[in-house]
């Protein structure tokens, strides 16, 4: 970095004479105060009032100057990286809703209220080493966890220190600063502030970026580049610290470079600047950001071969930290994948989606089609009119996450499908146990949902499917036959068909109606009918059904001919029910002239494997294969079902019928299949060996596993949370969750109070968002905040509020009027602002167990108490609402369910939080507006008489328009006029209810009083007024 010596006309300002030998000793380099280049001035300007002196006074600019006098040495110069930092901050900073600015209506959290960019302005206003160390930091956050960030930073340190005092032992030349440096202490609670605000700056940075930062995100995991992986932890961290600054500073001098490290890709993610990419995979792809910083011919290439030791796991970044816990030897720590994504409540159940897939037994190669199919079920749900059934609400959530998917861009469809395989690979137990579920899309492969249950529709879509499945299989069409089968009383009625479109030559089925001009024959699949009619059925039975048969194929496009004589019918020979295979042989007296390719030899024993769709589409459908034919996948039932399904539901399904088929359907399973799992075509029985046990009237949903469904609700619950919260995200890690087992659900969901699947069913989320407190939707917010942390709603019974990261969650009753804790249902109240306070991980505030309350005054002329006039005015327009901190805190244990001890830093905090009322800068009282929760409050909204409001009270009102007039109240009934001034109105609510007034006390609207009205209220033990209103 820059020459230290270029500083040293600030640092006299600091200290007038510094001689270079007793900087180690006499200077504190964290006085050293920078200018901070123009392209970072923007920065400073957006920040607030106390993230500016934090950054230009506080414990973060401290850090800044003595992480940048540290390791200067080692670090290069990059000018250019430094001023496009600045530039993209600044751009990042004025991007729309990123950085708001604090109101009135944020009450206490005004000052807090914006983006981090503290660290930022702290680098900028210390040294461009500094800058470097801000860098890090970013990276480091977008890596690793908070925890396992804070411990590098310290180990990085230590041995940096022993480094430099190594080179001072030896007599070698060593930066004075550098030196000064090496003597001061960097605590770890100030890097756990460092980190933390880098980490907040992350997630603002993300969404301001959000196009280019998820279309990179998409190729960085798709392009397999390693992390080399060499050295001592020290070692690894500082050359690919250098390594990145390094690259990015030639890209933005416009030279193409090559990513061999996926350090690389990770600080081109963490800082926001994107290059034009040059991606090698099986086609080569130039992917153009258009980033205005970067020339056009600044390409970064990435997915070249990387050969390395194969031993070596070069897909995660491995670390040995020896500063991550208290007692023991070194601990090994890897990367995550996709450790900071954030993603929106709506696509959760993407992830939910995926998790659901997996259940199924869905392969990966079947998420598209997946994907596909919720889309079309969401759109006939719509059209049904039980669409708003609370046993579907949350398949309705799952429906719309998609709903829009095949009409949407192509980034988003790339997103939304990488969420669905997330799930599907990584939320093994997000919605309980795998392989839970065991009715693959619910049941809802049956042609009888069709309009008319027409039985011809039937039979075609079933040969529709049964071709799109052999055609996945990759099937031979020359050693393959699909066949139908109808045995009824009358006989059996077999259809053979080919599996794809073939010449007449191959057929011998006549094509002559379907003549191209040129003379050409037309490809089409044709198909063979016979009908072996029962002894007792008469050939005219027999001519009638044929011929009406082969006019219907004709007509649905297909060539058809039918088999007159019946002793051509190839037979089932030596059936074995305890076997998997059976054979198929055709009559040695053979008359069938062109039969299906696969039946050309007479009098031949041929080996068939058969695939029954009978417990499926209701009709007996299978696949004939030539024993021996090797596929190159198999047939599953999961994918036997979706590919039905879908033609079923593109064949204008009656939604009515979908509806019942969902609530009330029949099932048959196949007996002794004990799994609905990867079968291949080898594994499965012919249709003369299948039986089905008698139906069943359980319904696919209701017969679920409970903690599926009880999975499903507190989803939806947490959903229902976030709804009235559209700007907070959710971490991606919730998928480590098991929700059933959550410690925020309501005493209704819990496993023994929750009783039958049905029960979950039957019951609305409404009703169990009803039963959701303030601590339990706290404790659902920490889960889905964090994605790890399965917080006791014991431990969050008395906190009013939530820091993490970017995020301040607020119970609304301390941003609400105090009439609004009587209204609605309080414990789903909740807000969300953009910032944070200051402090490293997820901080939980509590007021003070006995809030102070300005002590009465001896002056008689701070006291009017005037007669009520009648007339509604604010007289408290300067009453604000504070927040600050005291020194004590309660670490919480062990809260992400993992059990672990020993880690020095604590992720969830209890902070004692005070809430000072203040009026016109002067502290009138602090507050714990939870009292008003718990000793309620009598409130009156709006007065809907018809009364005649002109009247004053025939008793004497007395006025309370200042602070010193409420804490010194009349005996006389009183009104504190504060008309439309929520904070004034709470902290009034606040302070009477700590003084034990709550049960005399009337919260009233902004509407004109009713005095009768009011009286009439207060009737027992006979008619009075309030002694306190607020109006």
Known sequence: MANIGNFQTSLVSVRNEISPALVNVNLDISLFRGNPAVEFQRVGSALTAWRRKEAEDGILHKTACRLGFLFNDILPDTPELL??????????????????????????????????????????????????????????????????????????????????????????????????????????????????????????????????????????????????????????????????????????????????????????????????????????????????????????????????????????????????????????????????????????????????????????????DSIAWFEKLGKVIQETAQRNSVEISWLRRMCDAVLSFSTSSDSEQKMTTALVKFGHRRALHFLGSQGAVRNPYFGLADPGMFRGKDKHKTIEVGFQCLRKLAARAKLRPDQTVLSYTDRTLDGIYTEWATLTPQDASVTGVSYRSHIERAGTPVKRNARWISFRPDKRASG???????????????????????????????????????????????????????????????????????????????????????????????????????????LCLDNSPDPDTVMRKLLSSNVKETKGQTKHGAQTVAELQPPSNTSTASESSQNSLRSAPLEWLVSLRALEIASALYDNMPT??????????????????????????????????STSTEEYCRNMSRENSLACIAMFESGIFNISTDETRDVIAMSCEDSIFVAGILLSDPRSSSLGNLGMNFRHLVGNVGKPGMVLMIAPRDPMIRAR???????????????????????????????????????????????????????????????????????????????????????????????????????????????????????????????????????????????????????????????????????????????
């Open 540 to 646: 005219l039975e027999k001519s009638d059904r044929t011929s009406r048969r082969a006019r219907e194929i004709s007509l649905a496009g297909d060539a058809c001919k039918v088999v007159l004589n019946t002793s051509d019918v190839p037979q089932y020979h030596n059936q074995n029910q305890h076997q998997h295979s059976t054979s198929l042989k055709t009559p040695k007296d053979w008359t069938w002239e062109n039969p299906p390719p696969l039946f050309n030899e007479p009098g031949m024993v041929l080996d068939m494997i058969s695939f029954s769709f009978s417990d499926i589409l209701g009709l007996e459908f299978d696949i004939l294969v030539a024993r021996g034919q090797r596929t190159t996948r198999g047939l599953d039932i999961a994918d036997m079902y979706l590919q039905t399904s879908l």
């Open 728 to 761: 907070a995200t959710i971490s991606l890690r919730i998928v480590e969750q098991k929700l059933h087992k959550a410690r925020w659900l309501p005493e209704s969901l819990r496993s023994e109070h929750v009783g039958s699947a049905n029960n979950v069913l």
């Open 83 to 368: 001023k496009a930092i600045g530039i993209r901050a600044s751009d990042i900073l004025d991007s729309p809703n990123i950085n708001p600015q604090g109101t009135t209506q944020d009450g206490p959290f005004k000052d807090f209220i914006g983006a981090d960019g503290t660290c930022i302005w702290a680098a900028a206003t210390s040294t461009p080493a500094s800058i470097g160390a801000y860098l890090l930091a970013c990276i480091l956050a977008r890596v690793w966890d908070a925890k396992t960030a804070t411990s590098i930073w310290v180990e990085l340190i230590h041995d940096r220190k022993a480094q430099v005092q190594a080179l001072i032992d030896a007599r070698r030349p060593v930066n004075p600063y550098t030196e000064a440096a090496n003597y001061q202490d960097i605590t770890r609670d100030d890097l756990a502030k460092w980190d933390a605000s880098a980490r907040a700056w992350l997630r603002r940075a993300d969404r301001s970026m959000d196009l280019k930062h998820n279309q990179f995100t998409l190729i960085m995991n798709n392009v397999n580049t390693p992390f080399i992986d060499t050295g001592t932890m020290y070692e690894k961290v500082t050359r690919a610290w250098i390594r990145t600054l390094e690259t990015m500073e030639r890209l933005l001098n416009n030279k193409p470079q090559q990513a061999d490290d996926k350090l690389v890709l990770f600080a081109i993610s963490s800082w926001h600047l994107y290059p034009n990419l040059l991606v090698f995979q099986k086609e080569t792809t130039n992917v153009v950001f258009g980033d205005k910083l970067f020339h056009d011919s600044a390409v970064l290439s990435l997915g070249l071969e990387y050969r390395m030791d194969q031993k070596g796991n070069f897909k995660t970044w491995s670390l040995a930290l020896s500063h991550l816990r208290y007692y023991g030897n070194p601990v090994s720590v890897r990367s995550e994948e996709s450790l900071d994504q954030r993603i929106t409540s709506k696509q959760v159940w993407l992830v939910a989606m995926g998790t659901t897939l997996r259940q199924w037994q869905v392969s990966l190669s079947n998420v598209d």
């Open 857 to 1031: 005054k001896y002056n008689t002329s701070m006291i009017q108490h005037q007669i009520y006039d009648g007339k509604s005015r604010d007289s408290f327009q300067g009453t604000s609402l504070h927040l600050s901190f005291t020194d004590w805190k309660l670490p919480l244990g062990s809260v992400d369910g993992r059990g672990q001890t020993g880690q020095i830093d604590n992720e969830v905090v209890l902070i004692e939080s005070v809430i000072a009322v203040q009026q016109d800068g002067q502290w009138v009282a602090d507050i714990d507006v939870l009292q008003i929760e718990r000793a309620g409050l009598t409130t009156v909204d709006d007065f809907e008489c018809i009364c005649d409001r002109g009247d004053l009270p025939e008793v004497d009102i007395v006025t309370l328009d200042s602070w010193e007039e409420l804490l010194d109240p009349p005996a006389s009934p009183a009104i504190m006029r504060a008309n439309k001034n929520w904070a004034a109105r709470l902290a009034a609510a606040s302070i009477l209810t700590q003084q034990g007034h709550n049960h005399c006390l009337a919260v009233l609207g902004d509407d004109s009083i009713c005095w009768r009205c009011l009286n009439e209220a207060y009737t027992d033990p006979e008619p009075h007024f309030p002694n306190f209103i607020i109006h």
